[in-house]
Structure formats: structure tokens, C-alpha cells
């Protein structure tokens, strides 16, 4: 117990020693219900077709505020023996009329050892970029109208994106290392914000290559009330995002808790299961950064597993001849 708390502790201090600015991708307030996308690793965790849909309406108030959606599926599976995982991201941002959308497969190899699963993924997609997601900034002259506006760098191109990740999952810990755009796709963005004109300069940029650390340990305490402290954190070593979370969970059906965002904010979320459905609501209360300016930051989530047996064909009722 004492290493794992010296653990916890030398990560909070080695994540204190960044600034957050602006990234590339952005941290939805409920992470730990998209682990598959983070992380191709995760693909194929349950024994079920697992399907998320997460939809962020970040930075209410601002004009051109980004909206983000999410899909992720995954499933396990055995070859020769073995036990595997295939998945399927797709993600989706726009602002104003401008699009980004990844679509990406994903592999995972799956290895017991001891009382848990050591698992290695790889993640191969193709990005049609339609705007610099880095290059987010809040317009200065309609902050004087106190009426913010997002601008970015629209680019246009399609560009192959990989990511790989680690992680090991047991009964009650999980623990990852992953990292996305390994490849640091590159582009050339246009000066002109919000529009497209083919003769204004172009400069070139690339997607960074980002590093992602998940954990999460889930503490059984009465009257099947569970406790699950995790903590996120995404780096490009240049900027850091983080997530400390306190997660509440009742009967497997009620949850709800809270997160702190580094240098961002707070996010207040909870989720009910209803017929085997599960349905997430998050708001996150911004005291710094571009969300400051805004009305704070929405966010639905809705999963579902689908059982295997779900798609095998019923039998079908008949009546014995011998009872004719």
C-alpha cells in the first residue's frame, strides 16, 4: 500500500511541473467511459460487444465553440488459443463549418498473468483535417463586446494516423500508457481563419505525438457502495492536460462524483443504468483558460453492451410428431 501511495504522489508532483495550454486533443469530463479510445489496449476489456457514445458541448456562450463527438465499439476474441480484441474509434470535432474527423481500427493482444491481463494494442486510422485543432484562440476584439468568438487555421488534407498502448487490468486496478498520432501526421494550414482561400499563404504544421497515462483502483465498501479514485493525464511534453477524479458507484446501477482539471477547472458528473443502458451527464465549471470566458461545458454519455448471445439466431419452438 505504501508504494502505491508513493506512486500516486510522485505522479501529481511530475505533473505539476508542466503548464497547461492549449492541445490538440481535448480531455472529455467522463475519460474513463472512452479508455478504448485513449488507448487501443482496451479494446475487447469486457466479454461483450461494448459500445460508447460520448457527444462534449464545450465552452457554452462562445461563438464557433467547438463540439465534439465520440463512438467507440470493441470486442474480445480467441485465435488459436489465444485471446484478442478488435475495436473501432471514430471521432468527430467541428467549429463553425469546419470539420475534423478520425476513423480508426484497432488490435489488442490479451495476456493473463496472475489475477489480471497484461494487454498490447495498436490503433491505425485515416484523419481528414479540415482546421488546426492546436490552433483554438479566442478572437481578443470581441472579448471588448464580451462576446467571444473561437478562431482556428483551416487546412484541408487526409493524413494516416497510428497509436499504440499498454495496460494491465485486474479484478479492481487497471493501469495504461498509450500514445496517439506516433506517426505526427503532417499538414499545411492556411492563414485565413474560418475560411478557405487556396492563394493565402500556407505555412506547415503536423499533429502532435501525445502521451496518455490512465489508472484506476475501485474500493469495495458497504451496502455495495464502491469508491473509484483515477487520475488522466495527457502530455505532449511541451503541455499537459490532468484529470484527478473521485468517482461514486451504488449497486452498479447509480454513480456520480467529481473531477479537478489542472490549471482548467472542475467537473461535476452522474450516470443511472437503466435497462441495461447507461447514461452519463458531466459539467464541467471552467476558473481559467479559454473556458473562463464561457458558460461552462456540457457533455452526454450513453453505453451499451451487447451480450454475444444477442446475435446468435433463437431456436425456433416446434412440436415433437410422436404428440401429434
Given at each position: 500500500m505504501g508504494k502505491r501511495c508513493f506512486l500516486w504522489i510522485l505522479l501529481f508532483l511530475f505533473c505539476g511541473l508542466f503548464h497547461l495550454q492549449a492541445q490538440w486533443d481535448d480531455s472529455p469530463g467522463q475519460y474513463w467511459a472512452l479508455k478504448s479510445y485513449f488507448n487501443p489496449s482496451f479494446a475487447g476489456e469486457k466479454e461483450a460487444i461494448n459500445t460508447n457514445v460520448l457527444y462534449q458541448y464545450p465552452w457554452h456562450g462562445i461563438e464557433n465553440a467547438p463540439r465534439q463527438l465520440y463512438l467507440t465499439a470493441t470486442m474480445p476474441f480467441e485465435f488459436?488459443?489465444?485471446?484478442?480484441?478488435?475495436?473501432l474509434a471514430v471521432y468527430n470535432e467541428s467549429i463553425g463549418e469546419l470539420r475534423n474527423s478520425l476513423m480508426a481500427a484497432q488490435y489488442n493482444?490479451?495476456?493473463?498473468?496472475?489475477?489480471?491481463?497484461l494487454n498490447i494494442g495498436i490503433q491505425a486510422g485515416v484523419y481528414d483535417l479540415h482546421f488546426d485543432a492546436g490552433s483554438k484562440h479566442i478572437?481578443?476584439?470581441s472579448l471588448?463586446?464580451?462576446?467571444g468568438t473561437i478562431r482556428v487555421k483551416p487546412a484541408d488534407k487526409k493524413v494516416i494516423d497510428l497509436g499504440a498502448g499498454i495496460s494491465w487490468t485486474g479484478k479492481a486496478f487497471f493501469a495504461s500508457l498509450s500514445a496517439m498520432h506516433v506517426n505526427q501526421p503532417r499538414f499545411y494550414v492556411h492563414n485565413d481563419s474560418l475560411t478557405?482561400?487556396?492563394?493565402n499563404d500556407s505555412t506547415r504544421s503536423s499533429i502532435p505525438r501525445s502521451y496518455y497515462l490512465m489508472a484506476g483502483y475501485n474500493i469495495s465498501l458497504f451496502h455495495s457502495l464502491e469508491i473509484e479514485p483515477m487520475v488522466w493525464v495527457c502530455t505532449d511534453l511541451n503541455t499537459t492536460q490532468m484529470h484527478a477524479t473521485l468517482r461514486l458507484e451504488y449497486n452498479k446501477k447509480f454513480s456520480g462524483g467529481a473531477s479537478w482539471k489542472?490549471?482548467?477547472?472542475?467537473?461535476l458528473f452522474a450516470g443511472a443504468v437503466i435497462r441495461d443502458v447507461e447514461l452519463g451527464y458531466a459539467y464541467s465549471i471552467h476558473t481559467s483558460g479559454i473556458g473562463k470566458n464561457s458558460k461552462g461545458s456540457h457533455e452526454l454519455h450513453l453505453r451499451y453492451n451487447f451480450p454475444f448471445d444477442y446475435f446468435k439466431p433463437k431456436r425456433q419452438p416446434h412440436k415433437s410428431i410422436r404428440l401429434l
Open positions: 488459436f488459443g489465444k485471446r484478442h480484441g478488435a475495436g493482444f490479451k495476456k493473463e498473468i496472475g489475477k489480471g491481463f478572437l481578443m476584439d471588448q463586446l464580451r462576446r478557405m482561400d487556396i492563394q489542472i490549471n482548467d477547472g472542475y467537473v
